[in-house]
């Protein structure tokens, strides 16, 4: 099976976004006020740019179609049901 890197499910946006708190040197009051936007905002972007991360981290060598679920459900794009929902159809249809 193909190893999984964490980098792999990083999106340009995410990898922007991770560049620029590092030149910003870690400071988030910082990182708002380039993009505009309230702490909590970019707090927020953190929190799931770190649960994507760890997603991919904890889940292995699996599959890649349960990978990207897990990723949009760190990412906030899917809802918890809608995730439970997709990999219970995906694993009655992969044995």
Do not use: C, Q
């Amino acid at each position: 099976m193909k190893t999984v890197y964490w980098l792999d499910f990083l999106d340009d946006e995410d990898r922007v976004f991770m560049k620029r708190f590092i030149l910003h040197s870690g400071s988030l009051k910082k990182l708002a006020e380039s993009y505009g936007v309230s702490y909590p905002t970019v707090r927020l972007r953190l929190d799931r740019l770190i649960d994507k991360i760890r997603v991919v981290d904890s889940h292995g060598p699996r599959d890649p179609f349960e990978l990207l679920l897990r990723t949009k459900y760190a990412e906030g794009r899917i809802d918890e049901r809608t995730l439970k929902e997709l990999l219970e159809a995906y694993e009655g249809r992969n044995p």
